[in-house]
């Protein structure tokens, strides 16, 4: 009897991954040597982790679904920032103006037409270059790889090889004062949509049907297949979304750094492939915490001992890897 | 004896077969036919760039796993030389430690690499590898004191291998024999042995096992081959044979930087070259890697002209300008995995 | 009594193994068949291929009067067909209810339908809300079947639902297919565990190396003491 009891206590989510961050984050107080400056890379961290997030999560589905790892993802989000330049260059009036609502004007734009933009070059990046390689594991990242060429020298034709400056829209300039303490708005900011976009995927997976189909594929797409459902489609779907996130994180990114250049994505790739690792790869919880830690202890250690900043991540990576091999949040798969 | 030499592992096509002679003879007497700082340089970067990619060759085209961490090894080796050059002071026993310190490393990490993430899918793999070689490359960069960061290190070698030092009076077919001859041939009789054996390898019972691996990991492991032991041993091979070319490329250049070892973009270069000169041949890499290391030196040249040519007509300009020429190389590459995986080797070997 | 599904010729290669080499036989109308045969014979390989998981490079499979070899997975799903694979393919980190509610392409979950399976099926009703991946191998299995039926099915193919299993848990599961032979599905039942077939069986097939070596009625081949010896022979008394 007391057996079935135990039996029927649904567990409840494995939670210590998520305990991870606030340790991380107290662990480094006492090394820092002010509070303000601790809250400033706090939430620096948490800015970069959320961006990091939006750019990794399509692909972390992407590969938990049909076991496709696109190498050419970083090219979607230079573009995506690029796309974002082009548009908000010429409406330079209208973000350097100390209106919001002019700045929005100028902003939601430039952000849509960059989700636009990258989600249909998903589409057709799907369509054209992936599909014929499914299943085939080798031949797909030979031929992701030719397409980040192709798409990397495409950036080039098209926008030259000039690194361009992008500046902050005028209102998300400048920072919030609290006593001793300053949190830039921008970093808020990126806080904000960040946690959007987890909210709304966490809705769309555990609240919807296609949620539950994508749940499930990640687990096992041929027993999804099985019941009678075209994964394939779902797929597809997915691979948009994904490619426009992409181009969401470019745009936020870019107007982070204030920059944007043709190799700006490739470098965010190797962070988003350690936070997918890190976090199991195909589970979205597991790439937000993932991106999380990263985006902390790149700030921490940037801070600390700036030499070995990113060597810091792939040092997270490989703990988290000796603990877990699978990654935080290991997806059971067949 | 030439069936020693290749393993039995003949072209089996006329036009290969021609083809390789002529680069052969090319690299062979290449002080003598092309004289010139530039041509040798060019000589002695595809006699690096063979080995190097052969070595490829044997964990993508053999074994059917992606490593983004070649140029890893690759610097290594010629970090390796450097550091004891620049160290140790130009002498044969400080190249010979630097030597054998790098294989040492090189060794070590590729089974720990192999041993971590092999029993895993490829493509975790590739990701892992790509992790680890950015970190190495960064690393590199940023220990300015042992490795002169992002400048790199320039070294001193024995005298007899520097362009100062005549060997005799008299020239030889109206070329000067000196150190830098030298040192070509030391490059070029270096990478012509290790590429040979490479193809004894890749011919060996071991190099069928790996191809059985790549074929059917499935059944390969109801045989009772262990693949992941076969996978970290080939890794480790590719992983040495790529340090040693590192080190003949240091002595070659006697300079060791990022951007000439480490970089991405090299890696690029690599995957490029193995891919359209074809998978799993061998000989691909020293068809690809000819006609990749010529074109980068010299069709650049003419794309510039085109470029200017050019001049007005939007866009134009921008895809044919000397840079661009990796926008038509990667199309190429795309080609070439889905139509004919087996390169420009495949393509000659079918025409016969 | 006319035949559901029948197999002429089929040849499956899965790189370049040739696993299946010719197989034919039939399922007939509303009856259990049991397709028996030792370990790599190629059954699973079987139910795969007529699940379109692999594709046949020859040969014909009819199901209901059209030749499906060469449909997509979902197409032969949607045709009718349940599948219950060698590996259960629970979706471990979906509840039951999740599990089920998938499984139920035409929309919300018949309750009635629902019941009644619960009648013989009883784990599920108890663990509806607990993730699959906390259940036992036999609840498992019992959650397999019960998505594989969740809307009624013209063909359920089931892969060695036995393996692994405690007797007791077994002697449920007879039960539970008796059940299920009460309604007008037609059933292909792949076994290794001959008296589980016995008892359930009304015609057979024997596999070997990839073909079929016998086919006729299991009160037949139950009768026929010699005859189990030389299609199943040790093989079969080992396993249990
Ligand atoms: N993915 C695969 N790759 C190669 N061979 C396989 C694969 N799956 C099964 N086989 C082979 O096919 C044969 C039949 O297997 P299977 O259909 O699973 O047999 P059974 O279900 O009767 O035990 C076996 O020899 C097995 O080794
Ligand atoms: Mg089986």
Redesign the interface.
């Known amino acids: 009897m007391s057996q079935t009891k135990d039996a029927l206590r649904v567990p409840g989510p494995d939670k210590i991954p998520l305990a991870l961050i606030p340790v991380i984050a107290l662990a480094a107080l006492p090394l820092i040597p002010s509070l303000p400056t601790w809250v400033t890379l706090t939430v620096a961290g948490l800015a970069m982790g959320m961006m990091i997030f939006i750019m990794a999560s399509g692909l972390t589905l992407v590969?938990g679904l049909m076991?496709v790892?696109n190498?050419a993802h970083g090219a979607f989000i230079t573009i995506g920032a690029f796309v974002a330049t082009s548009v908000l260059l010429p409406l330079a009036g209208w973000t350097q103006t100390d209106s919001l609502w002019m700045n929005l004007a100028a902003l939601l734009p430039a952000i849509l037409a960059a989700m636009a933009v990258t989600g249909a070059l998903g589409l057709a990046f799907e369509r054209v270059?992936i599909k014929?390689?499914y299943g085939q594991?080798?031949?797909?990242?030979?031929?992701t790889?030719?397409?980040l060429?192709?798409a990397?020298?495409?950036i080039?034709?098209?926008w030259?090889?000039d690194i361009i400056a992008l500046s902050k829209p005028a209102t998300l300039r400048g920072s919030f004062i609290f006593g001793d303490i300053a949190i830039e708005k921008y970093r808020v900011l990126a806080v904000i949509v960040g946690l959007a976009v987890f909210a709304a995927m966490f809705l769309v997976l555990n609240r919807t049907r296609v949620g539950l189909l994508i749940r499930a594929g990640v687990e096992d797409s041929e027993m999804v297949e099985s019941l009678g459902y075209r994964i394939r489609r779902v797929f597809i779907g997915v691979f948009t979304a994904g490619s426009a996130l992409a181009g969401l994180g470019g745009v936020m990114w870019a107007l982070y750094q204030e920059t944007v250049n043709s190799a700006m994505g490739?470098q965010v790739m190797?962070l988003i492939?350690?936070v997918?690792?890190i976090g199991g790869?195909g589970s979205v919880g597991g790439c937000f915490i993932g991106a999380l830690l990263v985006g902390l202890v790149a700030n921490y250690v940037g801070f600390l001992a700036p030499?070995?900043a990113?060597?810091s991540n792939?040092l997270l990576?490989v703990l988290i890897?000796l603990w877990r091999p699978q990654g935080l949040y290991p997806v059971a798969k067949r | 004896m030439i069936r020693q030499l290749l393993s039995g592992d003949y072209p089996r096509s006329r036009a290969l077969t021609v083809v390789l002679l002529l680069i052969l003879a090319g690299l062979a007497l290449a002080p003598f036919v092309f004289p010139g700082t530039r041509s040798l340089d060019v000589a002695a970067k595809v006699c690096v760039f063979i080995l190097l990619v052969a070595s490829y060759d044997l964990l993508?085209g053999y074994t059917?796993?992606?490593s983004f961490a070649h140029t890893m090894f690759f610097g290594i080796g010629a970090y390796g030389i450097a550091i004891a050059a620049s160290r140790l002071g130009p002498t044969w026993g400080s190249l010979a430690l630097g030597s054998l310190a790098a294989l040492v490393c090189s060794a070590l990490l590729s089974l720990l690499i192999g041993i971590?993430s092999l029993r895993v899918?490829?493509?975790?793999f590739?990701?892992?590898t790509?992790?680890?070689a950015?970190?190495f490359a960064?690393?590199a960069s940023?220990l300015s004191g042992f490795t002169g960061g992002e400048d790199g290190l320039t070294y001193k070698l024995p005298e007899l291998l520097l362009p100062g030092t005549k060997l005799f009076e008299t020239p030889l077919f109206g070329v000067e024999i000196n150190g830098k001859i030298v040192s070509y041939y030391v490059v070029f009789f270096g990478a012509a042995m290790l590429f040979l054996a490479l193809l004894r390898v890749v011919n060996s019972p071991f190099g069928r096992v790996l191809q059985a691996i790549r074929?059917?990991d499935f059944?390969a492991e109801a045989i009772g081959y262990r693949s992941v032991i076969y996978r970290s041993v080939a890794n480790c091979v590719a992983a040495l044979a790529a340090s040693a070319a590192g080190i003949l490329y240091a002595l070659w250049l006697r300079y060791a930087g990022p951007d000439t070892t480490l970089s991405?973009d090299i890696m690029?270069d690599i995957?490029?070259i193995v891919?359209i000169g074809g998978m799993g041949t061998m000989y691909g890499a020293v068809v690809g890697a000819t006609l990749f290391v010529i074109a980068q030196n010299y069709l650049q040249d003419l794309m510039k002209l085109a470029s200017d040519a050019a001049v007005g007509i939007p866009?134009l300009p921008?895809?044919v300008h000397p840079?661009?020429w990796?926008?038509w190389?990667?199309?190429l590459?795309?080609l070439s995995?889905?139509r004919f995986?087996a390169g420009i080797v495949g393509k000659l070997r079918a025409g016969k | 009594m006319s035949n559901l599904l029948a197999l002429a010729g089929v040849n499956t290669h899965?790189?370049?193994?040739h696993i299946l080499q010719g197989v034919d036989f039939v399922v007939p109308h509303g009856g259990l068949t049991v397709l028996l045969g030792r370990n790599g014979a190629g059954k699973t390989t079987c139910l795969r291929t007529i699940m379109g998981l692999w594709k046949a490079s020859a040969g014909r499979i009819d199901f209901d009067g059209a030749d499906i070899s060469s449909r997509s997975t979902p197409a032969v799903a949607q045709l009718g067909i349940g599948y219950v694979p060698e590996s259960m393919g629970i979706f471990a980190g979906l509840t039951v209810r999740e599990n089920l509610t998938l499984a139920a392409r035409e929309g919300p979950i018949d309750t009635r339908r629902l019941d009644w399976m619960f009648g013989f099926l009883p784990a599920l009703k108890k663990f509806w809300h607990l993730p699959a991946g906390h259940l036992s191998g036999g609840q498992k299995q019992m959650l397999a079947i019960a998505r594989a039926i969740i809307e009624p099915r013209k063909l359920l193919l089931v892969d060695e639902p036995t393996k692994g299993l405690a007797p007791s848990i077994i002697a449920h599961m007879v039960e539970a297919f008796r059940e299920l032979k009460r309604t007008d599905t037609t059933i292909l039942l792949v076994e290794q565990n001959f008296d589980f077939a016995r008892a359930l069986g009304d015609t057979v097939a024997v596999m070997d190396s990839g073909r079929i070596v016998h086919s006729g009625s299991m009160r037949e081949l139950a009768d026929d003491e010699a005859q189990q010896q030389k299609l199943l022979g040790l093989s079969l008394d080992a396993h249990q």
């Open positions: 590969f076991d790892m190498f270059i014929p390689v594991h080798l031949k797909q990242i030979l031929i790889m030719g397409g060429i192709v990397e020298q495409s080039h034709v098209i030259g090889p490739m190797i492939f350690i997918i690792i790869l030499k070995i990113l060597g792939i990576m890897l | 993508l059917g796993i992606v971590l899918k490829t493509i975790f590739a990701m892992i790509l992790a680890v950015t970190f960064i690393l940023q074929e059917n059944r991405f690029v995957l490029l891919v866009l921008n895809l840079d661009r990796l926008l190389l990667g199309i590459f795309i995995v889905y995986p | 899965i790189g370049h193994y």
